[in-house]
């Protein structure tokens, strides 16, 4: 269940920057597209650093 709901969570994330990103040149798209996809690993990994704490830590 969880794990669907990160599917759907990265789904509309992708559709919301497919949508941003026609506002902008071909160029700037492409490395505004790199920074926010390293960006949105970062935070992925730290929201599941956390929920995998608090799982610990109850």
Do not use: C, N
Not at 33 to 44: K, M
């Amino acid at each position: 269940m969880k794990r669907m709901g990160m599917d759907f969570f990265f789904y509309q994330l992708t559709e919301v920057i497919r949508e941003r990103g026609e506002q902008f040149p071909r160029r700037q798209k492409e490395l505004i597209g790199h920074h926010r996809r390293r960006s949105i690993w970062q935070f992925v990994r730290l929201r599941s650093a956390q929920t995998h704490l608090q799982t610990f830590s109850g």
